[in-house]
């Protein structure tokens, strides 16, 4: 009896020492093995905890995940040609493409994203000629609402700073960045995210694109700034009279030309929603969100 017991708590000390050792050495091959990961140089607040943690684990990585995945290249390719497509010149096309974008329209995917129409709905939203401008009064800061040629509409979210401008502050600190909407579709077209609306940097001509298409609701809410140069001012909810969107130096607005999908549809909540006051979101404070 007692022998057996002997041999019971050397077996289970000897399982204890290996175990010990394999745990030793798994650790030890993970630090050698991996390098530490290139983490690229970004201007961003690495003071949150979750950043910190990020770029920690990125250390921690298998190899496998440290070299570009083979089967990634022809999704990769796929992807690319699909923005690559010929440009639609013709206005019959720019419709059938609506109609396209129109039909894709499902409870899982809201937007195109195979069989090149990608690249002729972009090339359509940025080049189709604009028949009726209004304010878009819905959300929180400037916008407009363009109706094409063709009925298709699309929300126009002018500029305000240039890409390399930094806003330090508060998440919801300054004008929402035009530049986000597109680097937004173009990151969801690379993660298979099909719910990010397809966005592209247009030019508008105030004079000759919007004057004379715009709603006497939106001429009332333009004013001329102190060089006598016709500014938009806007309605929304942050929407101030002082704080106007104006042409550069060619007459232009630029912005983003975003797809307006005109359908009801179930809505879900994203879990990483940003907050609109100080109150932190879940995903803010829990570490393991
Ligand atoms: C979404 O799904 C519901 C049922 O789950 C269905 O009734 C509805 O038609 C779907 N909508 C679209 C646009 O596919
Ligand atoms: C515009 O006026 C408001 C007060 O009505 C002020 O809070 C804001 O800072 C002003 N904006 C600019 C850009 O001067």
């Known amino acids: 009896m ?53 770029y920690e684990y990125l250390n921690y990585l298998p190899n496998q995940y440290k070299n570009k995945n083979s089967k990634f290249m022809p999704i990769q390719k796929k992807l ?37 129409i990608g690249g002729k709905m972009l090339h359509a939203l940025q080049s189709t000629p604009i028949a009726l401008v209004d304010n878009a009064p819905k959300g929180t800061q400037l ?27 508060k998440i919801y600190a300054g004008f929402d960045r035009h530049n986000s909407e597109v680097f937004a579709y173009y990151l969801a077209m690379v993660l298979n995210f099909k719910w990010i609306p397809p966005s592209v940097i247009r030019k508008v001509h105030l004079d000759n694109d919007i004057l004379p298409v715009a709603t006497s609701g939106l001429r ?36 983003a030309a975003i797809l307006y999908l005109d359908k009801q549809l179930k809505v879900y909540k994203s879990p990483w929603r940003r907050s609109y006051n100080a109150k932190k979101m879940e995903w803010e404070i829990d570490r393991d969100y």
């Not at 916008?143 to 502050?169: A, D, M, S, T």
């Not at 809410?221 to 001012?233: A, D, E, F, Q």
């Open 220 to 255: 009332k809410t333009m004013l001329k700034n102190s060089k006598g140069t016709l500014c938009i001012y806007g309605k929304c909810f942050y929407c101030k009279i002082n704080e106007t969107v104006c042409p550069d130096d060619n007459g232009e607005v630029e912005g």
């Open 143 to 169: 916008k407009l609402l363009l109706l094409l040629e063709g009925n298709q509409k699309l929300y126009f979210k002018p500029k305000r700073y240039n890409l390399e401008h930094v806003i330090n502050g």
């Open 80 to 116: 690319i040609n699909s923005f690559n497509t010929s440009r639609v010149t013709n206005p019959a096309h720019a419709q059938h493409t609506w109609v396209e974008v129109d039909n894709w329209v499902s409870n899982i995917s809201l937007f195109p994203h195979e069989d090149g």
């Open 2 to 54: 007692s022998l057996n017991y002997a041999f019971s708590f050397s077996v289970f000390l000897l399982v204890l020492v290996v175990l010990n050792i394999y745990f030793f050495y798994t650790l030890n091959t993970i630090n050698k093995k991996s390098p530490k990961f290139n983490v690229p140089k970004l201007r961003v607040d690495l003071t949150t905890n979750v950043f910190q943690d990020i």
